[in-house]
């Protein structure tokens, strides 16, 4: 009986030095950025003018804009009594769903107006894009999907909710130079009714030298692949 009783000890004992995991829920992991994926250097079967009335109406949509506001933030924990604040930019309009209904809508061809008084300046600019059935004569189910554009200075771009990117990789969503084009991918195979939120972020630049331009897009489109 006694035997038994230590057997019963020992076991009882070494059940309790497992680690208690099963019962204990973990945190969801936040969502992993999209991978960036690029874009043919082939030239494009098809192309829609995204500052042209035509062309957004093409895709039932039109441009939205509101400058950005630059805000005093708290510090990111752990910056220490020499960093007691911090900035932040306002709004964060590349948010999935954010809502834009008091925003002011712009003609497409005023993408290219000068916005801004100079120096640190940013603008968003937001749109919704339905793919048609057909492009002009072009018909869109199965093409490869590119946003191109290039805004004066620099941009950043987030589709549905995110701006798809990798550290150490090509990312054509974030900033791709002074004047330099983004050409991101939509989708690799559309479909007609699918629906692409769009976020873009006009910055002015070099921002080192905070210069008294204005930014304005150069050029704005829907490219199409096959």
């Not at 070494?14 to 969502?31: F, K």
């Not at 250097?41 to 042209?52: C, G, Y």
């Not at 932040?88 to 999935?96: C, R, S, V």
Request: proline share 11%.
């Amino acid at each position: 009986m006694l035997k038994k009783n230590i057997g019963l000890l020992v076991a009882c004992v070494a059940l309790a030095t497992l680690p208690v995991t099963a019962t204990v829920a973990q945190a969801p992991a936040p969502p992993a950025n999209p991978a960036p994926i690029m874009p043919p250097m082939l030239p494009p079967s098809h192309v829609v003018n995204l500052m042209s009335e035509e062309g957004v109406s093409a895709f039932n949509a039109h441009w939205k804009n509101m400058d950005v506001r630059i805000v005093e933030a708290p510090p990111r924990e752990g910056a220490g009594p020499k960093w007691p604040s911090s900035y932040d930019i306002q709004p964060h309009a590349g948010t999935k769903g954010f809502d834009d209904s008091s925003w002011p809508m712009i003609e497409a061809k005023s993408l290219g107006d000068r916005r801004g008084g100079g120096r640190l300046f940013m603008t968003w600019y937001r749109t919704h894009l339905t793919i048609p059935e057909k492009a002009g004569d072009f018909d869109t189910n199965g093409a490869v999907a590119v946003l191109s554009f290039t805004v004066d200075d620099y941009a950043e771009a987030w589709v549905n909710g995110a701006m798809p990117r990798r550290a150490g990789r090509p990312s054509p969503a974030t900033i791709q130079g002074f004047n330099m084009p983004n050409r991101v991918v939509l989708s690799e195979s559309v479909k007609p009714g699918d629906t692409f939120e769009i976020a873009i972020l006009g910055i002015n630049g070099p921002i080192s030298l905070a210069p008294e331009n204005p930014v304005f897009f150069r050029e704005a489109k829907i490219e199409f692949y096959r």
